[in-house]
């Protein structure tokens, strides 16, 4: 690594991320079904219909897992809890066993001296809510703020801290509109619902943990830098569509009780009745605004209905997601973010990081090219901060190798290679050098 902790200021914090359905093993522990499962049994969703049942059995190999995070130096640990783990049903009675084990994981975070930073929904919607109209029913906002309580009853004592959802660009549009994750929905009429419902079960999730006491209470959207993919002032418009449902539509509910005008165009016809009322709940003050940030699309203008837009191919180098590698927009994001909407508000880098090959050869995985990665974007987090943006961390996706949703066990992220078949867990060249760059 080019980089090492005494580069950043005292306090800014490093951590590594992972979600619960990628990870844990949902066919353990009495959780119930999820729309994931729903979603790779159906065929042709998911690359060789592959599911969260056994993923990395992080359920009986936590203290192991725990132990990597600890020894490589990091400060934090960004996990997620499953709503289905804790409520099979979505509603209703409680799965003892899956607080207890969300009991036990956050012990065995602080035993190792991590923080541990929450998630109370990253994406495995339990079915039964599903058959309701999961993300389209406003209903969602009520059983989310319950939900939140059973779970922070049990251990938001100890939380270091929590936000309510992952990437609502993920949970509404990718799966609505895009129809690329469960529940696998092409419809623009869910979509707008679920771009709404999404934050309003935020702020639901918010309220409630206020209520309890609960602090240091952020959330996490993830940003795509949208480049016109030519200079004609149609794929310019097409761009700044992208940007206005992709990126700015959840800083400006969450951090300006609107919706922008460019996404608005063509969602606010399917918008539910009175949609305009709910931001004072949607807007309920944050402690921190995290970033997941990838890569950044060409966009140009497409004739089809509204958003009129397709993503071109681009020139730069890709990761094995096919994602192009562009730093610079995770530098762009946070000084946009922090400009435009949050302020003197502490930003995180909640997730950063890239698919690569990882060939395990003779007990060694060389993964120059996640290190390379990581230390642009880190370079991009200083050039930021230097600029003045008060970003106080960065969270490198992923702990381990994982189910990559629609993509299997075919694409790893992980910092730490896992063997599908045996589990066995080895840590790839970038971990000894983040560790080294903590550490040393
Ligand atoms: C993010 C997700 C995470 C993982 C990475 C690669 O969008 O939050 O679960 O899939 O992408």
């Known amino acids: 690594m080019r980089h090492k902790r005494s580069d950043f200021p005292q306090d800014f914090l490093f951590g590594t991320a992972t979600s619960s359905y990628q990870i844990e093993g949902h066919g353990q522990g009495g959780a119930g079904r999820t729309i994931w499962d729903d979603y790779a049994d159906t065929p042709g969703n998911v690359v060789r219909a592959e599911n969260g049942q056994r993923a990395c059995d992080h359920y009986n190999r936590y ?132 771009m709404h419902h999404v934050l309003l079960a935020h702020g639901r999730s918010i309220e409630t943990m206020r209520d309890m006491g609960l602090n240091n209470l952020g959330a996490v959207v993830n940003m795509e830098w949208a480049t016109a993919a030519d200079g004609s002032p149609e794929s310019v418009a097409a761009a ?56 950044r699309k060409l966009i140009a203008h497409d004739d089809t209905p509204w958003p009129s837009l397709k993503e071109v191919d681009g020139p730069l180098p890709k990761t094995l997601m096919g994602w192009e590698i562009y730093p610079q927009g995770l530098q762009d994001f946070l000084e946009r973010t922090a400009r435009e909407y949050t302020g003197d508000l502490p930003l995180y880098v909640t997730e950063n990081g890239m698919a690569s090959p990882d060939v395990l050869t003779d007990g060694t995985v060389r993964d120059e090219a996640r290190i390379a990665y990581i230390n642009d974007h880190l370079d991009a987090v200083q050039r930021a901060h230097a600029s003045g ?28 290679h896992v063997d599908f078949d045996t589990l066995a867990r080895t840590p790839k060249t970038s971990y000894h050098a983040l560790k080294h760059a903590l550490t040393a």
């Open 240 to 295: 700044t569509r992208y940007d206005a449902y992709y990126n700015r539509w959840f800083l400006s509910g969450l951090f300006k009780g609107a919706y922008p005008e460019a996404a608005l165009e063509g969602l606010e016809p399917h918008l539910p009745k009175g949609w305009q009322d709910d931001f004072a709940t949607i807007g309920a003050k944050l402690d921190w605004c995290g970033l997941n940030y990838y890569t």
């Open 63 to 194: 203290e192991a897992d725990l132990d990597l995070v600890r020894d490589a130096g990091f400060d934090c640990y960004r996990f997620s809890l499953s709503w289905a783990r804790i409520m099979p049903e979505g509603r209703g009675t409680p799965n003892a066993e899956g607080l207890d084990f969300y009991d036990r994981l956050t012990d065995a975070m602080l035993d190792r001296g991590l923080k541990p930073a929450a998630t109370l929904y990253h994406w495995e919607l339990p079915s039964p809510l599903q058959d309701m109209g999961g993300w389209r029913n406003r209903d969602i906002a009520e059983w989310f703020a319950d939900y939140t309580r059973v779970i922070m009853d049990r251990i938001g004592d100890r939380m270091w801290s929590v936000a309510p959802i992952n990437e609502p660009w993920c949970v509404a549009w990718l799966s609505h509109f895009m129809g690329l994750q469960a529940p696998g929905v092409r419809d623009i009429r869910a979509t707008a619902r679920a």
């Open 389 to 416: 943006v008060p970003v106080k961390g960065y969270f490198v996706w992923s702990l381990l190798d994982n189910y990559e949703w629609s993509l299997g066990y075919e694409k790893r992220f992980g910092l730490v």
